[in-house]
Structure formats: structure tokens, C-alpha cells
């Protein structure tokens, strides 16, 4: 195939999968969220902005103090949403 005649099919294609997803994408909030997934949610910002603000029943885990020990808190029978509130 022709350099350009593959930019449109490629185009065309990415277009059709970017219309695909929109179908497929559904937004929920947090209680919709946990009720889904019975995630863990954590927080990786240090404990002072967590105090500031933090979703619902989120625990915080430093991430530079995120390790095997810290990490042992955590459930390993439940999922795991690790977030970061930073600009959210």
C-alpha cells in the first residue's frame, strides 16, 4: 500500500475505535466505583495533603514510603485503586 493511501485507512480506523469507545465508556462516581470493584482505594500523597483532601475511605500510602511493609496493610483478596488527589 501507497504511504498515502495508509495515512487514511489508519485515520479511518483510529476514528472508528475513538467512536467505539465512547459507546463503551460510562461515567460513575465514587460509591458506584467501590460497589463495582469492593476496591481498596490509596492514596500515594504524603500524609499532610491526604489530610487536606481525599476521596471517601481511601487510606494513604505514601509513595516514597511505599514499600512491602507499608504495602502489607493492604487487603490481597480485593482489588487495588491507587490514586493520587494531585489536580484531580
Known sequence: ???SAF?????ARAKKR???MKALATAIDIHGL????DAQLVEVLPAEEYEEEHL???INLPLKQL????AAALDRGRPVIVYCWDYI
Open 18 to 20: 475513538k467512536n467505539s
Open 7 to 11: 495515512k487514511p485507512a489508519v485515520r
Open 34 to 37: 467501590r460497589a463495582l470493584l
Open 56 to 58: 471517601p475511605g481511601a
Open 67 to 70: 514499600d512491602a511493609e507499608t
Open 1 to 3: 500500500m501507497a504511504p
